[in-house]
Nanobody, 123 residues
C-alpha cells in the first residue's frame, strides 16, 4: 500500500521560513518523481515544484522560484520543501505527490497523494 506522509506545517509570520518533509511508504522511493502542490481556500490546486527520481532535475512554479527549494534524500525516502520569505498568499494546504519515473514542468501525472499539511502565514 502506498502512503505519503507530510509534516512540518504550521503558523509562521510573513518573512519566515518552514521546511516540509514528505515520506513515501510502500514503493521504492528512488524510482519515483516527487512533487509539491498547494490549495488555498476557494482556489484550485496549484503546482509548486517537482523533482526527478535521482534529484538531478527540479521544476518550479514561477511564483515560487527563488523562495522555495525542493530536495530529496533517497536514503531516507524523504522529500523536502524549504520555504523562505513566506508571504500571506502562501497560506494553503500543501500536498506531496509521487509518480513513477520522470517529472516535468507541468506537474502532470501524479498518481499518489498525501493528506496535506496546513501552512498559515500571518501578516
Amino acid at each position: 500500500q502506498v502512503q505519503l506522509v507530510e509534516s512540518g506545517g504550521g503558523l509562521v509570520q510573513a518573512g519566515g521560513s518552514l521546511r516540509l518533509p514528505c515520506e513515501l511508504f510502500g514503493r521504492t522511493f528512488s524510482n519515483y518523481g516527487m512533487g509539491w502542490f498547494r490549495q488555498a481556500p476557494g482556489d484550485e490546486r496549484e503546482f509548486v515544484a517537482t523533482i526527478s527520481p535521482n534529484g538531478d532535475s527540479t521544476f518550479y512554479a514561477d511564483s515560487m522560484k527563488g523562495r522555495f527549494t525542493i530536495s530529496r534524500d533517497n536514503a531516507k525516502t524523504t522529500m523536502y520543501l524549504q520555504m523562505n520569505s513566506l508571504k500571506p498568499e502562501d497560506t494553503a494546504v500543501y500536498y506531496c505527490a509521487a509518480k513513477f519515473g520522470m517529472v516535468s514542468s507541468s506537474g502532470d501525472g501524479f498518481a499518489y497523494w498525501g493528506q496535506g499539511t496546513q501552512v498559515t502565514v500571518s501578516s
